[in-house]
């Protein structure tokens, strides 16, 4: 071994621990390092074990070259520790202040919301954008607005359609929310957009499907030159918003007395996506917006000309929406004042079809 293989190793280990210390990030791993490096069991402890076999003469001169090394070596590795410290104190005060004891805290949202009432606010926020005006009319109901001003004169069969809960007074409780059409018409005249979310009821034996008090909201819209174009345009509107999806729909005639022509809206089943399953009966469909253009004698109980004026109107089941958008399978789950039937008002925005309340 002699003097300048020993210098030339000395410079190659300075360079590698130079190189070694720049990757390190803890201190653990650079106390770890230092000891393979500076440690008596390290790189330079086992240099300083070969001085005896140095020529005596030359003795004092390696361990005066060890020594340099070692203490160059050793402030590389204090350099390093300081700079590891100093980085963990930046870290440290940085994350202090960016905490601010002062401001006020975040207030969990409390409270649910009933699925009803949850589609019945998304329905009259996207009719209100639409510039419509929100009725409600009253729910105990004359004879004239629930039936006849609606063309269903006494003894005309569409009356068995709704099985009518009569009253002692000589009133009923409205079967629908149909009768707000004519009392929006005689209370705003035309032009007119108008939408009438409320309760009805009908004298139903109850099950799964169906409840003696459910939901819908009335649509009415009358101007010149109204066609079926716009209805579908605003059906289509509205259960895209509802259900935050583009929906295939599809129209049938149906028959309502107060619209002519009446049609039956269908929706592509969201349960199976089309393919058939028990919910929509196999076919695909589910059947959610009966409407049509409003008929004659009825724009005519409303003091409107049905030469001048035309318009549309749909009657939207909103128990029946509320059921298929958070799959409640059951409809007395919903009247129960069974708790777990809410939707938690932190889970409003954004409510899908797939946030289904456990009822
Ligand atoms: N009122 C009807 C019912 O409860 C639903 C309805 C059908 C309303 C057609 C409408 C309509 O406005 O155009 O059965």
Known sequence: MDLDKLQNQLSTLRAETTTAIAGVVT???LRRLESQTTGKTGALGAWMATIKEFPPEQRGQVGKTLNQAKGELTKLFKDAGEKIKAGAAAAEASKASSYDPTLPGIRPPVGSFHPVTLVQLQVEAVFQRLGFLIETGPEMESEHYNFEALNIPKLHPARDMQDTFWLTNGKLLRTHTSPVQVRAMERHGT??????PGRCFRYETIDASHENTFHQVEGLMIDRNIS???LIAMMKLLL???????LSIRLRPGYFPFVEPGFEMDMSCLI??????ATCKQSGWIEILPCGMVHPNVLRAGNIDPHEFTGFAF???LTRLA??????ADIRGLNSGDLRALVPAGRISGTTVAEKPPC
């Open 27 to 29: 201190m653990d791993e």
């Open 191 to 196: 032009p007119l957009r108008v939408i009438a």
């Open 228 to 230: 079926i174009a716009n």
């Open 240 to 246: 895209r918003e509802v259900f935050s999806q583009e």
């Open 272 to 277: 199976c996506g089309g393919g058939g399953c």
């Open 315 to 317: 009657g939207l089941g």
């Open 323 to 328: 059921m298929m958008k958070y799959g409640v």
